[in-house]
């Protein structure tokens, strides 16, 4: 039977064709013969029981400019009849919204997979879900306070300050041991966010590379060494970082080894983890994780293809 998925995405239109881990799920799917549809997070409508949207069935997607993609009609799905699973893709933000969709989409779990599972990914986002992990990572805060953000620079020196439901590396900002800038920088986050900010001791090694890690149903796929660009220190791909090949130091491979048991539990599939310095975890990506194509590029590995593959395994 071919399978049939449904892709929860932003718009195809403005996608980076070259780099976006959900247009390279959709090749691997189109490529295997799998039934396809995208659709907005903004059309789900719930009745009666009843989980539907308006979708476009992908007829076709390739990697060329101004033509990546070909939908055809739009069309009426049930969620939970019309199709074997569902991606959820679409980027953050982490809001009421994103927040919404999961808890509709939680209503079909008797029905169709849910990939990654929209309660694990409601109780564990990103730089919340680390603090399951402390052992593994650096000094690190979440608060609003202006006093504790200064009692925690004055112990720890330099310091890493961001938003808690982020992505990216957007508004990542690093304060000097003299700690200049502290309080406007903390000043601002409390004006412009509703919720606590992150605060971590920065790291040096992050010149090393700040490392994606991707683990399919908790096993390891790949990795790629991100590092940052000229006159950053964010590492991110979409600030300027740049990507190598790379493989798991030991502590890496520990890592994983104690977060794998843990992902497949929580019916998160396709995750990625960050990890500074070979040694120090900073992010559990479970929203919408990227990094698979340039890992492929680098390994001549096919991570989408393990991705849908587990994702078969789960529908049995």
Same mark, same amino acid.
């Given at each position: 039977?071919?399978?049939r998925?449904?892709v929860?995405?932003?718009p195809?239109?403005? #996608?980076n064709?070259?780099?976006?881990?959900s247009? /390279?799920?959709?090749?691997?799917?189109?490529?295997?013969?799998?039934?396809?549809?995208?659709?907005?997070? %903004?059309?789900?409508t719930w009745?009666?029981?009843?989980?539907?949207?308006?979708?476009h069935?992908?007829?076709? /997607?390739?990697?060329?400019?101004?033509?990546?993609?070909?939908?055809?009609?739009?069309?009426?799905?049930?969620?939970g009849?019309?199709?074997?699973v569902?991606?959820m893709?679409?980027? !953050?933000?982490?809001?009421?919204g994103?927040?919404?969709?999961?808890?509709?989409?939680e209503r079909?779990?008797?029905?169709?997979l849910?990939?990654?599972? &929209?309660?694990s *990914?409601?109780?564990? &986002? $990103?730089?919340?879900?680390?603090?399951?992990f402390?052992?593994?990572?650096?000094p690190?805060?979440v608060?609003r306070?202006l006093?504790?953000?200064?009692?925690?620079q004055? %112990?720890?020196?330099?310091? *890493?300050?961001k &938003?808690?439901?982020g992505?990216?590396?957007?508004?990542?900002? %690093?304060?000097?041991a003299?700690?200049?800038?502290?309080?406007?920088l903390?000043e601002?986050?409390g004006? *412009?966010?509703?919720?606590p900010?992150?605060?971590?001791?920065?790291? !040096?090694?992050?010149?090393k590379?700040?490392?994606?890690?991707?683990?399919?149903?908790g $096993?390891?796929?790949?990795?790629? =060494?991100?590092?940052?660009? +000229?006159? +950053?220190?964010r590492?991110?791909?979409?600030?300027g970082?740049? /990507?190598?090949?790379?493989e798991?130091?030991?502590? +890496?491979? $520990?890592?994983?080894d104690?977060?794998g048991?843990?992902l497949?539990?929580?019916?998160?599939?396709?995750?990625?983890?960050?990890?500074?310095?070979?040694?120090?975890?900073? $992010?559990? =990506?479970?929203t919408s994780?990227?990094?698979?194509? /340039?890992?492929?590029r680098?390994?001549?590995s096919?991570?989408?293809?393990? #991705?849908?593959?587990a994702?078969?395994?789960? #529908?049995?």
């Open positions: 039977m071919t399978l998925a449904a929860q995405m932003d195809m239109d403005n #996608i064709i070259g780099g976006d881990s247009f /390279a799920l959709i090749l691997k799917a189109l490529e295997r013969g799998y039934e396809l549809y995208h659709y907005d997070v %903004r059309g789900l009745e009666a029981g009843r989980l539907t949207t308006k979708a069935r992908i007829l076709e /997607a390739q990697r060329e400019a101004g033509a990546h993609y070909k939908f055809g009609d739009d069309v009426l799905i049930d969620l009849r019309d199709v074997d569902v991606l893709r679409q980027d !953050p933000p982490f809001d009421l994103y927040l919404t969709g999961t808890w509709l989409l079909i779990a008797n029905e169709t849910v990939v990654n599972d &929209p309660v *990914v409601r109780n564990a &986002p $990103e730089k919340v879900f680390v603090l399951d402390p052992e593994f990572m650096p690190t805060m608060t306070s006093d504790a953000v200064k009692d925690f004055a %112990r720890h020196g330099a310091v *890493v300050i &938003p808690l439901h992505n990216g590396g957007k508004a990542v900002f %690093r304060i000097d003299d700690g200049a800038n502290l309080g406007a903390v601002l986050f004006q *412009v966010w509703p919720e900010f992150m605060v971590q001791q920065f790291l !040096p090694s992050v010149s590379g700040d490392k994606r890690i991707v683990l399919v149903d $096993e390891v796929a790949g990795a790629i =060494n991100r590092k940052p660009g +000229e006159g +950053e220190f590492s991110n791909l979409a600030v970082g740049f /990507a190598e090949a790379t798991l130091t030991p502590r +890496e491979q $520990e890592i994983c104690v977060l048991p843990a497949r539990t929580r019916g998160l599939v396709f995750v990625g983890i960050d990890v500074i310095g070979g040694e120090w975890l900073t $992010e559990i =990506n479970v994780p990227t990094g698979i194509v /340039a890992i492929d680098f390994n001549n096919d991570t989408a293809g393990m #991705i849908w593959d994702i078969n395994r789960r #529908i049995g």
